[in-house]
């Protein structure tokens, strides 16, 4: 006979036995069933609360203060893997995509492995958390590693820095998925109370600490300690808490071999992340060594992104590199920068626009036409273009531009500067940007970007746009051309090739101040040898106009080192093949690219 049972009033103790007392409590990380577990680390019931060396509420607080620091450690591995993967592998919304799939289904996985250290709940605790702080706080320094000296040999090593991420993003989410159910056994061991307070308890703790940690990425831990050593020190953070929290409050339900194997293990990664965080400074300089050669000159870490300088010492041309992309290669810089901006100078040009060209390179075939009278230059990182300015060796190769009093840099986003810009202000518009497959740049590809670009121009202004290699991404590259025509504007294409193609800059060209540098995956790796091997053989330009633009050189201009009318003609035609009608506009909300 089955004996009816008043419902107890919310927020009552549950009943931790049945009439026979054999039936365990089940919950969200709970103990199990009849015949539930007891034991060093669990409970079955009242007569096996945990001994703890404080008061109940005390306990508590301190286990939800765990949770707390966990989360924010758990966090901080996610969007440290995500960006250094965008910063090495390029595609910043397909790093991201990844991490966080294989990451939240590898906590799902985590979680249900977890059921069955229940019965040990604080030593599983205590090891989990020595685990996850090793792989988590290495795991920058790891990734980067096979990235620098493997990146470079090919075949399956070139794909070694993706499978790596994977490998990663599964381990610490079945780490991180791992801590929730025994996080839930052991508040429940320090004071009982309802399921869904315990949870609600537990869960507000940890999205607070995830808050914590997401913000604390950004804004602390990226810009004064750099990727490497913020990872490093976010694992011995997790380490010690872990540690202390086990060792500290739930000693008593641990063996002394346990105690002993738990502070042991806890010993060798704190030494193990002091050792790694003590030599970041020198692994990260062998690393850029062998990532871009020997001849480092500078590396500089700008608010934007990390710029580095090489050559122009023995002879040997200087290369600039961001956020490890190659966007400027000495040898044929100047092929690639008339391309851009004399076409484009061909008619009135007294007022300029260059958007991005932080290098100064675009500036300096600007200011070699007579009658330019004003030359703005927008720029995302002004401390780019102030190294061009100051480095002897840049600054030689952009002739002084930034010297000339014709020429103001505006520090600032490209977009949101021309929507304050008074409309037919600009005569020439030079739009020297990252390639449209760089996520950060997708938007100033975008159909209302153009549009605002065509409000500035001066009726019989003109505009050109890098527009990215023509044979490597012919969809993107005539997807731009679509998107200038939906804005308003008549186009025509043409290219340049590349003086040496086996010296070919990257994708995006020239350096661009105007947004961060990590390319798609299209884009070259930065070694020197994989550079120079998967570096396109040119690039390929838009010039456009409210009518249809004519494509010329300025015949009062001086005479282009690189161009010739004829050149110029026939890459023209060479272009206008390969176009692939019918493709759609993009814009902020569908981008194309």
């Not at 096996?48 to 966990?70: D, K, Q, T």
């Not at 289904?105 to 702080?133: Q, T």
């Not at 998107?483 to 661009?512: E, I, N, Q």
Request: glycine letters at 12%; aromatic letters at 6%.
């Amino acid at each position: 006979m089955i004996e009816p049972h008043v419902p107890a009033p919310p927020g009552s103790p549950p009943s931790w036995s049945g009439p026979c007392g054999s039936e365990g409590f089940s919950g969200p990380g709970g103990s199990s069933g009849p015949g539930g577990s007891s034991g060093p680390g669990g409970f079955s019931g009242p007569e096996a609360p945990a001994r703890l060396p404080v008061r109940p509420a005390v306990g508590r607080f301190l286990v939800l203060a765990g949770v707390f620091v966990c989360a924010a450690c758990g966090l901080v591995y996610e969007l440290e893997l995500v960006a250094l993967a965008s910063y090495l592998i390029g595609d910043s919304v397909t790093q991201a995509s990844v991490v966080l799939s294989v990451m939240v289904f590898a906590m799902g996985i985590g979680s249900l492995a977890a059921k069955r250290l229940r019965g040990l709940a604080a030593a599983g605790f205590g090891a989990l958390e020595a685990v996850l702080a090793l792989v988590g706080g290495s795991s920058a320094m790891v990734l980067y590693a096979v990235f620098a000296w493997t990146g470079g040999w090919g075949g399956l090593w070139a794909d070694g820095p993706r499978v790596l991420l994977v490998a990663f993003s599964l381990a610490i989410g079945v780490l991180i998925g791992a801590e929730v159910p025994l996080l839930m056994e052991l508040i429940q061991r320090v004071r009982r109370q309802d399921p869904g307070g315990a949870v609600a308890d537990l869960f507000a703790a940890d999205y607070v600490g995830a808050l914590v940690g997401g913000l604390a990425f950004p804004f602390v831990l990226l810009p004064f300690l750099g990727q490497l050593t913020g990872a490093l020190l976010t694992g011995t953070v997790n380490a010690v808490v872990g540690a202390a929290l086990v060792l500290g409050l739930f000693r008593r339900d641990l063996t002394r071999r346990a105690r002993w194997l738990l502070l042991s293990a806890n010993a060798v990664v704190l030494a193990l992340l002091a050792t790694a965080t003590v030599l970041a400074d020198d692994f990260e300089r062998a690393a850029r060594q062998a990532v871009y050669g020997q001849d480092v000159r500078v590396a500089v870490r700008t608010d934007v992104q990390e710029v580095v300088l090489t050559g122009d010492t023995d002879g040997r041309p200087l290369d600039l590199f961001l956020d490890g992309r190659l966007r400027v290669r000495g040898s044929d810089e100047r092929r690639y920068h008339e391309a851009l901006v004399l076409p484009a100078m061909n008619g009135p040009h007294a007022r300029v626009l260059v958007l991005g060209g932080g290098d100064g390179l675009a500036v300096r075939e600007v200011l070699r036409h007579p009658g330019v009278r004003r030359v703005d230059v927008v720029a995302l990182d002004p401390q780019l273009a102030r190294l061009a300015r100051q480095d002897p060796g840049l600054s030689t190769l952009n002739e002084h531009a930034y010297g000339d009093a014709r020429v103001h840099v505006t520090p600032g986003d490209a977009f949101h500067r021309l929507r304050s810009t008074p409309s037919a202000t600009y005569d020439v518009v030079i739009s020297d940007l990252p390639d449209p497959s760089v996520t950060a740049s997708t938007k100033l590809y975008s159909q209302e970007f153009y549009g605002l670009l065509r409000r500035v121009l001066a009726p019989d202004g003109r505009l050109v746009v890098h527009a990215g290699p023509v044979s490597a991404a012919p969809r993107a590259f005539w997807s731009v051309d679509a998107t200038l025509r939906a804005a308003g504007l008549r186009t025509v294409a043409y290219r340049v090739a590349a003086d040496d193609p086996g010296a070919a800059a990257s994708d995006s060209g020239s350096a661009s101040g105007a947004g961060t540098a990590s390319g798609p995956g299209s884009a070259p790796e930065p070694g020197r040898t994989t550079a120079a091997l998967r570096a396109p053989r040119g690039w390929g330009f838009l010039l456009a106009a409210r009518t249809a633009p004519t494509l010329r050189l300025d015949p009062a201009a001086p005479r282009p080192r690189t161009l010739t009318p004829d050149s110029l003609a026939r890459d023209a035609r060479d272009v206008a093949r390969t176009r692939i009608p019918g493709l759609p506009p993009s814009t902020l909300v569908h981008p194309r690219y």
